[in-house]
């Protein structure tokens, strides 16, 4: 621990892989932290607003960490990576590992001691960040699975306080969990906590059902009982995550918003129908089968441009993962062929923007689009589609949603496709287009009305009250 004199200390506490801000250099040459525009940021000032609290997280750069520091009402506290950090725990186990077992293995996970060794130094850094600036008997909320081992590290340093964690991914079926070498000491991780959040029903079931299996721990319901001697349970629950939406909303009926909509569809050549993909260039996101049936409906005539054409807007994600460098070149190689075969002079039949784009631009792309095309493989939530509703307050648009999204169980009216099932994902596409327009209004509205009552800041109350109320309290504890 630190010796620092008069250390703050938190009633609430946050960890996560990311601090919420970026460093950017301004046009003077300085360099200063702006606030990252996620949605865990909205949902947090929505908690952090009646009592201040603190974000334990990396700060995006290799090396020596930051001094602490405050900003917008919370309290940054930067944990440092090393270069190999970032390899090892980073890019190797939470997504080289972890992020493939838990999204169903749609590509090959990789098992290597060093990355896992790494794994454990992180966390445990991560949870001695934690225990020295939460007071006493503080909340603590754990992000997602870059830190699954730090609910029971934090136990370990602090039994006083209350720790919660919150899983953004999936949690796969026990068959697929179980190849991990690690298994048991990541269940043993989580258990350190009082409560596990999950987007999912399902996924809180696969990680019940992975304790009782692979740890052979006596469960009831929801809840996990511990064999720690200490006779607590752990509850799993499934609080699915959501977004701002009165903020979106508001955004996207600003005047400007209008004006970029009118001046997008009219860059686009006004087509008939303007068909819009927005992921991070993730192979979890189905992008390849999304091209592949857009490809079939051109080449046989169904579609095609200056009629129809497709936006697919892909944030560069994870370059130095060698799964991600293939994917990007399997995408651009098909947009390529895609266009070459299918394009018409002027008129591209898919434009292919590698971009991040602010807030502003994307509500404008979300009302421009007449079908948004949202097709997971597997995704733990997927907010896309959620802020694409959002932004159409005019009832608008149609959403083609992938079943194997988290959002899919809760968007039950949108056009559902399996986007493994090429033939049905094309006819899919082909309904969403030709149904009447008062039919798809009628949708709309009651897939809005579903965000705008479990927006981002009830997900979060509704969280951090599961907490409070879990059964669990260590010997010791307030
Ligand atoms: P992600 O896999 O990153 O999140 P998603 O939920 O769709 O997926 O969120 C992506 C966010 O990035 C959205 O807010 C979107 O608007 C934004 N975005 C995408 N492309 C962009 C671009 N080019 N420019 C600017 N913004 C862009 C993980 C899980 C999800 C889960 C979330 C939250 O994989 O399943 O929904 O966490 O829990």
């Given at each position: 621990m630190s010796s620092t004199p008069e250390r703050k200390t938190f009633d609430l506490v946050i960890a996560a892989n990311r601090l919420p801000v970026d460093q950017v250099v301004t046009d003077s040459g300085e360099a200063e932290w702006r606030r990252s525009p996620g949605g865990l940021v909205t949902a947090m000032d929505s908690v952090m607003r009646d009592q201040p609290g603190a974000w334990v997280g990396w700060a995006g750069e290799p090396g020596e960490p930051p001094a602490r520091f405050d900003q917008g009402g919370v309290h940054l506290v930067p944990v440092g990576l090393s270069e190999d950090e970032v390899h090892l725990y980073y890019e190797g186990f939470s997504n080289g590992t972890l992020w493939p077992i838990y999204h169903d293995v749609i590509v090959a996970a990789a098992f290597h001691r060093d990355w896992w060794a790494a794994y454990q130094r992180v966390n445990l850094r991560f949870a001695q960040a934690v225990a020295d600036v939460a007071a006493p008997g503080a909340r603590v909320w754990v992000q997602d699975y870059q830190l699954q081992l730090a609910p029971a590290y934090v136990r370990a340093l602090r039994p006083d306080v209350r720790i919660g964690w919150f899983n953004h991914i999936?949690?796969?079926?026990?068959?697929?969990?179980?190849?991990?070498?690690?298994?048991?000491?990541?269940?043993?991780?989580?258990?350190?906590?009082?409560?596990?959040?999950?987007?999912?029903?399902?996924?809180?079931?696969?990680?019940v059902r992975a304790c009782r299996q692979l740890i052979h721990a006596e469960t009831r319901g929801g809840t996990v009982a511990v064999h720690d001697g200490s006779g607590r349970r752990v509850r799993a629950a499934a609080i699915p995550i959501s977004i701002d939406f009165k903020g979106l909303e508001a955004l996207a009926r600003q005047p400007s918003v209008t004006a970029r909509v009118a001046e997008i569809r009219e860059s686009l050549g006004n087509p008939k129908v303007l068909m819009l993909g927005v992921d991070r260039l993730d192979y979890t996101k189905g992008i390849r089968h999304r091209l592949k049936a857009y490809q079939e409906l051109l080449a046989e005539g169904q579609l095609g441009p200056p009629d129809v054409t497709l936006v697919q807007v892909a944030t560069p994600s994870r370059e130095r993962v060698a799964a991600y460098r293939q994917l990007r070149e399997d995408v651009e190689q098909r947009v390529g062929r895609i266009n070459g075969d299918l394009g018409v002079m002027g008129f591209p039949a898919v434009h292919y923007l590698h971009h991040s784009y602010p807030r502003e631009e994307m509500a404008a792309l979300f009302r421009a689009a007449d079908i948004m095309l949202v097709t997971p493989l597997r995704d733990g939530m997927n907010l896309v589609a959620k802020e694409y509703v959002t932004c159409r307050f005019d009832l608008g648009?149609?959403?083609?949603?992938?079943?194997?999204?988290?959002?899919?169980?809760?968007?039950?009216?949108?056009?559902?496709?399996?986007?493994?099932?090429?033939?049905?994902?094309?006819?899919?596409?082909?309904?969403?287009?030709?149904?009447?327009?008062?039919?798809?209004?009628?949708i709309m509205r009651a897939l809005r009305r579903r965000?705008?009552?479990?927006?981002?800041?009830?997900?979060?109350s509704r969280f951090l009250a599961a907490l409070d109320a879990a059964p669990a309290r260590a010997e010791g504890g307030p």
């Open positions: 999936p949690f796969p079926p026990v068959e697929l969990f179980a190849q991990l070498p690690w298994r048991g000491q990541l269940l043993d991780g989580l258990l350190g906590a009082d409560f596990l959040g999950f987007q999912r029903q399902a996924d809180a079931q696969n990680f648009g149609a959403l083609v949603l992938s079943e194997f999204t988290g959002a899919w169980h809760e968007l039950h009216q949108a056009f559902a496709c399996n986007p493994h099932d090429i033939e049905g994902l094309k006819q899919t596409i082909l309904r969403a287009i030709n149904t009447p327009a008062p039919d798809k209004r009628r965000v705008a009552d479990h927006d981002v800041q009830r997900w979060a």
